[in-house]
């Protein structure tokens, strides 16, 4: 997608100086996301270390941007050293760097099969091609989810009798939780760009705020009408017929189709099913989970540092961004990063193969 007229990727290998054995040497930049939306600032990353760090702070985020981080993260890694205790040691560091976006360990699996594979004088070049292909991938898949989106929205909107089509999403599912396009957001982008009357309903996302700094940003870089609303507008927006549609991304999917994403989205969900609003999640295939059933009881939800509940951050009046606590000093703080939505919930999955009900999720991939 394009930040002031320039198309950026979310993540892209760059070439640093060569190798005593003449082998070019890389190292992988990313949009820091912590900065946004106040700062836009590209960082380089040398090391897996470095690319660890950059996922369990967030300043790469989202589960399928965190798939291609793991697997740039795996390519440095066999930059470093090529050898199976290597690879094997790195592969586990990765893994646990964040726990329930499951694209992190389809890629760390996918990309350890490959070097595996090869000889060792290989696997360097090898690395760095299967990591660039999973990025491709996920462009191809996210445009395909995008159009599939598109085709809903536009059979939606035909017995839609407003001025604009309203659509409420969650988190941030866009073209910078992805390489590009985005998940919930690619069918918005399409519809956008198809000369449609999108407005989008973009819910802040407390308590790190993707939807008020991440989402916004991109829609606002796209020139898409969009509102910030607070988490706990949804349900009234519903019920007073201002949401026609509701979309949202997902970490993990069972196959069965329980919907496990942001904290929050179970809420929206309930919300929209009382309200007969349908709710969509836009689920690219490497965050299908296919081993599990039961989203309640096999998904590992993520608990972050309760700071993150405590305290907000933003951009004060002089130019200065600074966090400042909002809870009396000894309240305790809880912060699960991800709820389960399930099945009997969800009108439908957007996959890049078309859109299905979560009972026929398996069948579509067969
Ligand atoms: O904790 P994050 O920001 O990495 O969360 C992941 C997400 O961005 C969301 O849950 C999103 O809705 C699904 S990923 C496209």
Redesign the pocket.
């Known amino acids: 997608m394009k930040i002031d007229e320039k198309v950026y990727r979310t993540i892209w290998p760059i070439t640093g100086g060569v190798s005593p054995k003449n082998d070019a040497i890389f190292s992988v930049s990313i949009i820091d ?1 912590t900065s946004l939306p106040h700062r836009f600032k590209v960082k380089e990353l040398g090391t897996l270390d470095e690319m660890i760090v950059a996922i369990k702070t ?1 300043q ?7 798939g291609a981080a793991a697997a740039y993260g795996m390519a440095l890694a066999v930059q470093e050293d090529a050898s199976n205790i290597h690879i094997e040691k790195c592969a586990n560091a990765l893994l646990q760097s ?1 726990p ?2 499951v ?1 992190l360990r389809w890629a760390v699996n996918r990309m350890q099969k490959i070097v595996a594979d090869l000889p060792l004088e290989a696997r360097n070049n090898g690395a760095w091609r299967e990591a660039a292909l999973i990025c491709d991938e996920d462009v191809q898949i996210n445009h395909a989810i995008g159009q599939h989106g598109l085709a809903l929205i536009q059979a939606a909107s035909a017995q839609n009798t407003h001025k604009s089509f309203n659509i409420l ?6 073209w ?3 390489v590009d396009w ?3 957001l690619a069918p918005i982008y399409k519809a956008h760009d198809a000369g449609m009357n999108i407005h989008v309903w973009v819910d802040e ?1 407390r308590p ?1 705020n ?1 939807g008020a700094s ?1 989402t916004a940003w991109e829609l606002g870089k796209h020139g898409i009408p969009h509102t910030v609303i607070s988490d706990n507008a949804g349900g009234h927006l519903m019920q007073h017929g201002q949401v026609d549609m509701v979309i ?4 993990r999917v069972t196959s069965t189709g329980d919907v ?4 929050g ?1 179970y809420l929206k969900a309930l919300a929209a099913f009382d309200n007969q609003v349908p709710f969509y999640a ?1 689920v ?1 295939s490497p ?1 299908i989970d296919w081993t599990i059933q039961d989203g309640l009881s096999d998904i590992e939800i ?1 608990m ?1 540092d309760a700071d993150e509940v405590s305290y907000m951050t933003g951009l004060t009046g002089d130019g200065t961004i600074e966090s400042v606590r909002i809870t009396p000093a000894h309240s305790h703080a809880l912060n699960p ?2 709820d389960v939505t399930p099945a009997r919930l969800v009108t439908g999955i957007i996959t890049e193969r078309g859109v299905t009900t979560p009972d026929k999720l398996k069948q579509l991939f067969e």
Do not use: S, W, Y
């Open positions: 996301q967030m790469v985020r989202g589960a399928p941007l965190i964040r329930t976006a694209n999403t969650h988190c941030n599912a866009g910078l939780a992805t985005g998940t919930a996302t790190r993707q991440l949202v991304g997902a970490d496990c994403n942001k904290i989205t836009a690219p965050t993520e972050r990063a991800f």
